[in-house]
């Protein structure tokens, strides 16, 4: 299983510090796999901090060129100098607060791919498409979207989170069955494309200690990626330990 963090605007160095002081000294399954996301003025600290440890750290965002007059931004190549392998693309937040476009995620995955990290791309619909049976037509355009500009890809270059906007920080998780049904249609979109390898899927919005063993039993699902529950180390545990 995977288990991400994305710390989300939370955590100053300091405050990572603390943190995995107190996760560091808990036994973590040897069979899964850890990503944090600190925000970018952490990276360096918390690469630091794991560097004895099979856990892996990620960018919460990235932008596609790879340098220029872009204030703000932060190029692929900036932070895999640090150590970062992994990167988030295209999460809730960056598409609904911040105006991310459909139309920049294949740039976004493509240069991630190109850089040599692994992009893990969010998905998911609002909860009028929900409500409009859309769903399953939103998350046709957002891989779409992603996808079409790549030539191949390799199953395990690419990891997809189904994360629901309705369901993200809003304490009412998706219904694991219904998270698991997604996660197993977008393997299929993958499989009519040609992608023979089942690529992985995790599910995000509201996961707690309490509702993370229903997620993973789902078949279709390979971890979580966990907010709100992930900035405290005991309770990010509690969801780690509850498979
Ligand atoms: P949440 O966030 O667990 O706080 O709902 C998940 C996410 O946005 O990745």
């Known amino acids: 299983m995977i288990f991400a963090a994305n710390w989300k605007m939370h955590k100053t160095q300091g405050e990572a510090a603390a943190f ?19 925000p970018f003025t952490a990276l360096q600290e918390v690469v630091k901090l ?17 340098e220029g007059a872009f204030t703000g931004e932060v190029s692929v190549a900036m932070v895999r100098e640090l150590g970062v392998r992994f990167c988030l693309v295209g999460h809730s ?36 498409e929900r409500a409009q049976g859309a769903t399953e037509r939103v998350l046709a355009e957002q891989l779409e979207a992603a996808l079409s500009p790549l030539r191949t890809f390799s199953a395990d270059s690419f ?14 998780a998706c219904p694991p069955k219904e ?12 499989q009519a494309r040609g992608v023979a390898t089942p690529i992985e899927v995790l599910y995000g919005g509201s996961v707690s200690p309490t509702n993370a063993a229903a997620f993973l039993k789902e078949p279709g699902i390979s971890g979580l990626l966990v907010g709100g529950a992930s900035l405290d180390p005991e309770k990010f545990y509690a969801v780690i330990a509850s498979q």
């Open 20 to 38: 995995f002081d107190a996760f560091l000294k808990k036994s973590l399954p040897q069979d899964d796999r850890f990503i944090f996301f600190p």
């Open 50 to 66: 794991l560097q004895k440890t099979p856990i892996f750290v990620g960018a919460q965002n990235v932008y596609f060129e790879r």
């Open 93 to 128: 937040e960056r598409r609904h607060i911040f105006g991310e476009l459909n139309a920049w995620m294949g740039k976004k995955v493509a240069a991630v791919l190109e850089g040599g990290l692994v992009p893990i791309y969010c998905v998911g619909e609002t909860k009028e």
């Open 159 to 172: 990891v997809i989170a189904y994360e629901p906007v309705w369901a993200i920080g809003t304490g009412s």
């Open 179 to 190: 998270a698991g049904r997604q996660a197993a249609w977008i393997k299929e979109w993958f």
